[in-house]
């Protein structure tokens, strides 16, 4: 070769190698992850039911991916810290819903640990379900901003009690509506970097509430579609959560719409599915179950990805997957590496997702509730009950054929006891019928976790009355603990306690957030923990009526009906670092009762 041939081609090399090293790095995809409460695989247009239209969340799976058979858990919680963790949620801690079962493990990271790490901006707006005092709060767990609630079902819809960045706010509206208005604030402010932007509804859980526009669309409405059992059938009921999922659709169009104002549609990853079942008996393509149960119907949710011009639009992946898969797919979409050091037991999606015909082995997905276990493979369904079933050739589960497929059957059958003894081990007792102390409500167990107080970065510590045990005759509002309150306080035997762990000794503030009839003020009422005492009057009557303007048809019964509490005041408690009771019972009683109790919130002045 001759010189000046050489020189040249090894200039235009250089200049290829600089212009790679140079050149900018593909900017990450911001990330929306939008999380529905209750909703079931049916409740969509998309899905086939005609009883109502869901034309943004159609275009979703139209202009999208969408996973065919994607599994989540049976109730809310479990599910949230296995999309947010990749693990099977009994590895995290999370065993239930409420009384503390609901909680994260803290050595557990999420992938707002792991996108935050990636130098993205992160928000939740909405219900959290996993842990309502730091560090369980969401601010502890990857997110920067939070704006909800943090408990399970929540009893006010119309301008809520809310949680911002751990302080108490009042919303404005209807709760979703309000979420997305907080979504949206955030993905304005964060539209120039990646962010990620997490919004988990809580409806169409109940109550059932629902704007009047919504309701008067369904109020009297025939319904084409009922359940494969229609004697146990609420049509009621079923119509405000069609009602409930077009004001979803509503919102979720409102996010969809404000990304491709702020032109970053190209740039934004939409990911959208739902916790669980149904949470009534309803039309849910004919499918076994409904929340709370381990069968088809109680853990299949609809999932659709939408990323333009990198996911296919339109594609429909027929491989089994789940929630638990979504962290490491989500991970591999962005080039954001993983935080934590755990074992995943999700998948990485993304060539099923791009259509890239990867070699995918088979695999099982499991599912746990209440200590009962079944197992899904890409054709059959082995129930908690050992029955097996062709979800191929009978997906309703009508036929046990563990007879005719005896080897399947069996399989299947090691594979659950394997998997109990991995995931499960000793802590395989029921999440919800357990252990509970003397006068606890039934459905609340015991978790043996304490709650912590007292931290410098969040000094304001709340411990609402689902978190704590009424003892003598103190008792729920009603039957589930989230959102109760406490009350039929009425001797001096009577008390309530939370299982607390403080972690800096110091100078704490408490107030109590409490009603009491005009005739019962004047009790004098004491909190205790370790050694420290404090005393004060419950001095001024606050008595305001239940709301009569949440419902659009009444709750059901196990679910309290609220009304407005207000701060009480007790004064200064010294706090020594440690785990012991926090108690609270009268010293004195004027009245027929004392007050009720929502909530006691401690909040730390000084420390040493």
Not at 115 to 129: C, I, N, R, V
Not at 445 to 453: E, I
Request: neutral net charge.
């Amino acid at each position: 070769m001759r010189p000046h041939r050489f020189l040249a081609l090894l200039i235009a090399t250089l200049q290829v190698v600089t212009f790679a090293i140079q050149a900018p790095a593909a900017p990450r995809p911001n990330v929306v992850v939008i999380l529905t409460d209750d909703q079931g695989w049916g409740d969509l247009s998309s899905s086939g039911n005609t009883n109502l239209q869901t034309p943004h969340l159609d275009s979703l799976a139209r202009d999208g991916v969408s996973l065919d058979r994607f599994y989540v858990c049976a109730v809310c919680a479990p599910t949230r810290a296995e999309f947010l963790t990749g693990r099977y949620h009994p590895r995290t801690g999370v065993r239930g819903v409420s009384s503390g079962q609901e909680r994260m493990d803290l050595g557990e990271k999420t992938l707002a640990d792991t996108l935050k790490s990636a130098g993205y901006a992160t928000g939740a707006f909405g219900k959290w379900h996993n842990g309502s005092q730091w560090p369980y709060h969401p601010n502890a767990r990857g997110f920067d901003e939070y704006y909800g609630f943090t408990s399970g079902h929540w009893g006010e819809y119309f301008d809520p009690p809310l949680d911002h960045n751990g302080q108490p706010v009042r919303g404005k509206g209807f709760i979703a509506d309000d979420l997305t208005d907080h979504a949206l604030q955030f993905i304005e402010q964060h539209k120039d970097s990646p962010f990620f932007c997490y919004i988990p509804y809580n409806t169409p859980h109940s109550p059932w509430a629902v704007p009047q526009e919504y309701w008067q669309r369904f109020k009297d409405k025939p319904l084409a579609l009922t359940a494969t059992d229609a004697t146990k059938e609420d049509l009621d009921e079923t119509r405000c959560v069609l009602a409930m999922m077009e004001n979803l659709d509503w919102n979720v169009g409102r996010v969809l719409a404000q990304i491709k104002k702020l032109g970053i549609e190209e740039n934004t990853l939409v990911v959208y599915f739902s916790d669980n079942g149904p949470n009534t008996v309803r039309w849910n393509g004919g499918m076994k179950g409904k929340k709370g149960g381990t069968d088809e119907g109680g853990v299949r949710s609809a999932c659709y990805l939408r990323w333009p011009g990198t996911l296919p639009k339109g594609r429909v992946v027929k491989e089994i997957t789940g929630a638990i898969d979504l962290l490491p797919t989500l991970s591999a979409l962005t080039g954001a590496p993983r935080v934590g050091d755990k074992s995943l037991d999700g998948r990485d999606l993304s060539p099923l997702l791009k259509g890239e015909s990867p070699k995918w082995s088979p695999r099982l997905i499991f599912n746990h509730q209440n200590g009962n276990v079944s197992v899904r493979s890409q054709q059959y369904r082995l129930d908690a009950q050992g029955g097996l079933y062709d979800m191929l050739a009978d997906p309703g589960q009508q036929t046990d054929v563990a007879t005719t497929q005896p080897t399947v059957a069996e399989e299947l059958r090691q594979a659950v006891q394997q998997w109990r003894s991995d995931v499960l081990g000793s802590a395989a007792a029921p999440a919800v019928g357990g252990p509970k102390k003397k006068g606890q409500a039934k459905g609340a167990v015991m978790d043996p976790r304490p709650y912590p107080v007292g931290y410098a970065e969040f000094p304001r510590t709340p411990l609402p009355a689902r978190d704590g045990t009424p003892l003598g005759g103190v008792k729920r509002s009603a039957n589930a603990p989230n959102c109760s309150y406490f009350v039929n306080w009425t001797t001096l035997e009577d008390k309530m306690t939370w299982d607390v762990e403080v972690h800096t000794t110091g100078e704490y503030e408490v107030e109590i957030l409490y009603t009491c009839p005009e005739g019962d003020a004047g009790a004098t009422v004491e909190l205790t923990h370790q050694r420290s005492r404090l005393s004060g009057k419950v001095a001024t009557a606050w008595d305001p009526p239940l709301y009569t303007n949440q419902d659009t048809i009444p709750r059901p019964p196990a679910e309290s009906r609220m009304k407005e509490f207000r701060p009480l005041a007790l004064g200064t408690l010294h706090l020594e670092k440690g785990r012991a009771p926090l108690t609270l019972r009268a010293l004195e009683i004027s009245g027929k009762s004392v007050m009720d109790v929502r909530q006691i919130n401690l909040t730390l002045k000084k420390n040493r």
